[in-house]
């Protein structure tokens, strides 16, 4: 079962599956319930397009909404991280409870063995198991989403494109005639899609404003609600020219939920800003198991980020402690540190803290 979102990625998945010979389905997922006729392209058409596709292909097309399961399940984990002043990344967790659970039960209810899905990434099985792989296009890798998947569920699922750069694809694609050939590439939050994030989730949180400081204490303005920022954040602050402060940009460093404050800067390179070392918690391991602590490592804290050297300085049941090489900008508590072999994702976790400075006064 291919997993068919109506991009392109996915189109090649079942067009290159199609030309293997094996004996493929479609299903498309509506995780959401409203669209927006704003954004990008709403679900309708994004179903409409994975059907064309599929009718191109000869190959029968399934339909499921998921959206009480992504609500259960996803959002309403992403609007409590929220709350918690938290960053969350809503797609890892949609992968693993999403795409490769639920759509996964639903196909096999339908008879497939195995599903695909059009990820940039690559797996293989060694004698310990199986083994999540970066997929071939260092700018398109997404195994950083991925990394909370389990043996289980990549024993049934395949990535024909994580062989394959962007540029390949798309040639693939429009010498094939798909009609997603030469689609937009989507962005924004897991099925939510492209709107303007602050008035979205102003629809489900209400933000209390307060004042927005400056690291040595100095009231400048006024935010809208701490769940509307985070750390390392320069645009939509609403922070306009200060007498007394430069033509500058100003960066998040800190969130201060207690007093609902909005600590600021003008210095990209602020030590409120700058960290060696992180902690993080509720771990995964793809493998099963965690590599040992000492562990030379690679690791990233956030999607498209270079591959950082860490030490894997601590490690319990629940938690660990990375030690970087190098110093690293705005490790954003909520979002996910993820850690590699070489090409192999290893697994990860969520970020709970630093040892970057806290301004006095939030401290």
């Given at each position: 079962?291919?997993?068919?979102?109506?991009?392109?990625?996915?189109?090649?998945?079942?067009?290159?599956?199609?030309?293997?010979?094996?004996?493929?389905?479609?299903?498309?997922?509506?995780?959401?319930?409203?669209?927006?006729?704003?954004?990008?392209?709403?679900?309708?058409?994004?179903?409409?397009?994975?059907?064309?596709?599929?009718?191109?292909?000869?190959?029968?097309?399934?339909?499921?909404?998921?959206a009480p399961e992504y609500w259960d399940n996803v959002f309403a984990e992403f609007l409590a991280e929220l709350e918690a002043g938290r960053t969350p990344n809503p797609d890892v967790l949609c992968n693993r409870e999403i795409k490769f659970k639920v759509f996964l039960e639903h196909a096999r209810d339908l008879g497939a063995e195995r599903m695909a899905t059009g990820h940039y990434v690559r797996s293989d099985r060694t004698g310990d198991g199986y083994r999540l792989l970066k997929g071939l296009d260092g700018d398109k890798d997404q195994s950083y989403f991925l990394y909370m998947l389990d043996q289980e569920q990549l024993a049934h699922a395949c990535f024909p494109v994580g062989g394959m750069k962007k540029e390949e694809l798309r040639r693939v694609a429009a010498e094939a005639g798909l009609p997603t050939a030469a689609k937009k590439d989507s962005t924004g939050i897991c099925f939510i899609g492209e709107r303007n994030f602050d008035r979205f989730i102003g629809r489900y949180l209400d933000g209390e404003p307060g004042e927005i400081r400056t690291t040595d204490d100095r009231v400048i303005g006024t935010h809208r609600g701490l769940m509307h920022y985070t750390l390392g954040q320069r645009r939509g602050l609403g922070i306009g020219g200060v007498r007394g402060f430069p033509e500058a940009p100003w960066f998040v460093v800190h969130k201060d939920l207690a007093d609902n404050r909005l600590y600021v800067t003008q210095d990209p390179s602020d030590p409120h800003l700058l960290s060696t070392r992180l902690s993080a918690d509720r771990l995964t391991w793809i493998a099963g198991s965690a590599p040992p602590p000492g562990s030379r490592l690679m690791a990233k804290i956030r999607y498209r980020q270079p591959d950082q050297a860490v030490t894997l300085a601590g490690l319990d049941d629940d938690t660990m402690t990375l030690e970087f090489d190098a110093v690293q900008r705005a490790v954003t508590p909520g979002q996910s540190v993820v850690l590699y072999d070489g090409e192999v994702c290893l697994g990860g976790g969520i970020i709970e803290a630093s040892d970057r400075r806290i301004p006095e006064t939030a401290a």
């Open positions: 079962m291919v997993a068919m979102s109506g991009g392109v990625d996915s189109s090649v998945t079942a067009l290159l599956l199609e030309r293997q010979g094996a004996e493929i389905a479609g299903m498309f997922m509506k995780n959401w319930e409203e669209d927006d006729a704003a954004g990008a392209c709403s679900a309708e058409a994004d179903a409409s397009d994975a059907r064309a596709v599929a009718e191109l292909l000869g190959i029968p097309f399934h339909a499921r909404n998921f």
